[in-house]
């Protein structure tokens, strides 16, 4: 079944949700039940910015992460609670912040914003 047939409760098998991760979010990971990522920031003041970035993305689409808040880095762990696994909502949610927390301004072309600056004063993400 195509993943876009899907309920939005319906809950994907190991072997769909690996599937997907790779062809979609490939930083992403299947551990435990739950889609994942680490996130690697240069200390505590980016840590917090992703949190707070994560925080808004969750409270807006009302769909909750679990997260582990490191120095240095921020783990983020979707599960849909309500269906006991990993629904659409999963996905949709950790696209919409792997595309936030990820977004490199200075990458853009045709862009007026330059990024930060490649500066270890200025250091906010480890992009991968």
């Not at 990971?29 to 690697?40: C, L, P, Q, S, V």
């Not at 659409?88 to 936030?100: G, T």
Request: charged share 35%; glycine share 6%.
């Amino acid at each position: 079944m195509n993943w876009r047939e899907r309920k939005p409760e319906e809950v994907y098998s190991e072997a769909d949700i690996r599937k997907r991760l790779e062809e979609e979010l490939p930083h992403w990971y299947f551990e435990d039940g739950w889609i994942r990522r680490k996130y690697k920031t240069s200390g505590w003041k980016a840590t917090l910015m992703v949190v707070n970035t994560v925080g808004h993305l969750a409270e807006a689409a009302f769909h909750h992460p679990d997260l582990t808040v490191s120095y240095a880095f921020v783990i983020v762990k979707l599960m849909n609670h309500a269906a006991k696994g990993v629904t659409n909502k999963d996905f949709e949610l950790a696209r919409k912040i792997e595309e936030v927390v990820m977004w490199q301004p200075g990458k853009e072309e045709g862009s007026s914003l330059e990024g930060t600056p490649d500066d270890p004063r200025f250091k906010y993400l480890k992009y991968d």
